[in-house]
């Protein structure tokens, strides 16, 4: 067979997964996939689709340039147990506007390059759950994605008022919002929705019209989340933007509640969800665990914390009694969770003695007070803060982290901070199981 010069190609295998149908047939790290039943592979999305049947004919390149097929009969949607160098097998699309709210147009200069790239990918919208707006896709696109039915799919919306989101996303193509998703209504894909929510701009009527046409899309979008927009004080040269503060979350919350309680009645859903920064801010009590309806939209701060604190007193229930502890822990929290945390590590010290919990609230001066989330807090602000106060060992939420690695936003390392401040630092994870299995585990 003529051998081809694919030297440019991103399809470069970089793990075969033990057990698997490519270990069996001896495919290797190295290899590099050309096409699967004699179609070429265009990304990740073409990749999964192809080897969806329950026949398979690949065709690999060897690193010595030998060409392989490989006919595999399989069982339906079976994987391979490929994994690929790049992900996506192709180049991430990045994002085409320049929303009057973007969070990374407000980042100080001089941090890692890969910080600055807006991702506005439908295929990790798919993959990985990141939001998109779908301003950078063509018709023949969004027919791939509903050719393909990916789905879930979540897409920020903001507004579905064209010449508002025109404004707002300061993209031409960003009036097309509601046909499209129109278009995956009719498809019967799943779709949930994002408001980034700036006072002024989208909320008031607009948010009524917004939040109305949504609804008229229900069950295919399943659900809504509204977040209030984030300003850090970087904001040179950019649009002048109010922030919610605690009288304007408090009227946010009232409203959303009279919208759940129609949405409730007609669609037997709450369908909308503020996130709890809302709450936080208006100093109100979250609801119940069973008005979140499940979580869908955990990832985006909707129920984060109703979430953990019911995971934290499921896990207490289960203990009856723990001795020999004799620990002081400091718990680093941003200064928005800090009462909720507070809170909850005194219910944790009430029932397991021998545990002594220090919440500290770490104050964003990288980014600016404004900014108030465990996710965005530098590895120097946590060892400025933190240097002075005594504890055996400090716990940071892994949201702290870059994703899959030990590492802050500003590129300090979680070994360097624990060698700055001379102890040793835990990564807990979300959950509130996970938490408390910490404190009792060392």
Request: charged share 30%; with cysteine; proline share 4%.
């Amino acid at each position: 067979m003529e051998l081809k010069n694919i030297k440019e190609t991103k399809n470069i295998i970089e793990n075969i997964v033990p057990g698997s149908i490519a270990e069996e047939l001896e495919i290797e790290k190295g290899d590099i996939l050309l096409s699967i039943n004699e179609t070429k592979v265009k990304d990740i999305i073409d990749y999964r689709y192809l080897i969806s049947d329950d026949y398979v004919l690949l065709e690999i390149e060897k690193p010595n340039g030998d060409i392989w097929e490989y006919e595999i009969e399989k069982e339906y949607d079976e994987d391979l147990g490929i994994v690929f160098t790049n992900p996506l097998i192709d180049r991430a699309k990045s994002c085409r506007n320049k929303c009057v709210f973007c969070f990374i147009d407000q980042l100080p200069p001089n941090m890692r390059e890969t910080l600055y790239f807006k991702d506005d990918d439908s295929r990790l919208s798919f993959l990985q759950g990141n939001f998109i707006t779908l301003t950078n896709m063509n018709d023949d696109e969004i027919d791939r994605i509903i050719r393909y039915r990916l789905s879930p799919i979540n897409i920020s919306v903001h507004t579905t008022n064209p010449e508002l989101r025109i404004k707002m996303l300061r993209n031409k193509n960003a009036g097309k919002i509601y046909e499209i998703l129109e278009r995956f209504h009719e498809a019967r894909l799943d779709v949930n929705c994002q408001i980034v929510l700036v006072p002024g701009i989208n909320d008031g009527e607009e948010l009524d019209r917004t939040l109305t046409d949504l609804a008229k899309l229900y069950p295919t979008i399943e659900s809504v989340a509204v977040v209030p927009v984030g300003m850090t004080r970087y904001r040179e040269n950019l649009e002048d933007l109010t922030p919610y503060d605690g009288k304007t979350s408090g009227e946010l919350l009232d409203y959303m509640k009279f919208k759940q309680q129609i949405f409730l009645r007609k669609l037997g859903t709450r369908f909308v969800f503020p996130s709890d920064e809302f709450f936080a801010l208006s100093q109100r009590d979250t609801p119940d665990y069973e008005e979140y309806e499940g979580f869908p939209q955990l990832e985006n701060g909707v129920g984060l914390m109703k979430s953990f604190e019911y995971e934290v007193e499921r896990k207490l229930l289960t203990i009856e009694r723990v001795i020999g502890l004799n620990r002081r822990y400091i718990i680093a929290t941003g200064t928005l969770a800090y009462d909720f945390m507070d809170r909850l590590c005194n219910r944790v010290m009430e029932k397991i003695h021998g545990l002594d919990l220090k919440v500290v609230p770490i104050i964003n001066n990288f980014f600016g007070h404004n900014i108030t989330v465990s996710g965005l807090v530098t590895g120097i602000d946590l060892i400025t803060q933190l240097k002075d106060i005594k504890s055996d060992t400090i716990i940071i939420p892994r949201s702290m982290m870059k994703s899959g690695e030990e590492i802050f936003l500003d590129d300090i390392t979680l070994e360097e901070a624990s060698r700055r401040l001379e102890r040793e630092i835990l990564v807990s994870d979300v959950g509130g199981r996970e938490f408390v299995d910490l404190l009792i585990s060392r």
